[in-house]
């Protein structure tokens, strides 16, 4: 394999629920849902049964055809979201890279050929993904270093900024992408004041608001998209990670009009809205889509903050805890800066998967069911794992917190 990743040395073999086991048989618990994909963990009885009666009626058709599944998902994201119109891919990029192509593609079809009107907004520190224009779009220079020439009109302002917003969104921004929390930028939740001046600078200049819920939807911020619970509604949703579970698709939503410019021909994909991929997603969103899902995130959610205080109230390593829902935040303390890896893998050999998100921030990011004696039964071995790295113990103030 090319050696863009950097694998843990066990290898997992098999899940059930929030557990893990590697050829070893040794037992981990799983934190990280594969990053934030494995909504429901491993080998949940219901998604095997959604793929596995899919496998035996029809795996492929391509969109010469369309399929059953596919439509029924269609309308399950469109019914439940502010959305009418849907457009399937097999990842997070592709999902971002159809937004960004709509928003384009708007601006020239109202605009004409000519038009200035290209401009995209994103911000520092973001991720949106590793196509060319995706991983242009996002903003940490590092993953687009060395790739270019680059797509050009893309201007990356300060995020939680409102100032720089109100000063750089004007008559020639085509659309502005951002996350409701940033994920792989450190877990840091975009403020609600500042999601609202985008969302009021965009319809002030007729640019497209995208939220970019590749890891913040299908329930891990405790709505089914994070926009719910924000009071701003986007003109362009993506989505992935979590929507198949840990089969591959990705979606972005739109409204009926905005939709309208990708007409036949425009955009597509082969495997898009295959109909495996579709069954096991329409069988998730329905899952997640419930109270009963919905409010065990904010009360799971609560438990691990509790826990990581509690935590921090003896090992003092952590100088800020963030995040919403399930997708925690905890920022090292000064002395601890730079070791989140060397502390992934100390939690790794005490049994627990853990991920970061930068070189300062562990991120936690379970299953939305993880059982309760799983988060106790973790958080125990992850403090074990901090002390180890920490090799004695000390006290320290309570940490700021912030959250969505
Ligand atoms: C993971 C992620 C992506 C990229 O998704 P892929 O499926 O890896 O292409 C895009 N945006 C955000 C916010 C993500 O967290």
Redesign the pocket.
Known sequence: MAPVYAPAAIIPVRGQGSRVWDEQDREYIDLTSG??VTAFGHAHPELVEALTKQAGQLWHIGNVFTNHPVLRLASRLTESTFADRAFFAN????A?EAALKLARRVAHDRYGPQTKKTKIIAFSQS????TLF?VSAGGQPKYSEGFGPLPQGIVHLPFNDIDAALTEIDADTCAVIV?PVQ??GGVVPATREFLQCLRCMCSKHDALLVF?E??TGIGRTGSLFAYMDLGVTPDILTS??ALGNGFPI?AMLTTAEIGEHFTVGTHGSTHGGNPLAAAVADRVVEMVNTAHVLEGVRDRSASIFASLRSINSRTGMFRELRGSGLLIGAELSDSYRGRSKEIMTAALDEGVMILNAGPDVLRFAPALNIPYECIDEAFDRLEIALHRVKGAKASAPAPVERSA
């Open positions: 990053i934030a990842s997070g990029a592709e971002n991720f949106h993904g590793r995706s996350e994920g792989e970019d590749v890891q992935a990670k990705g």
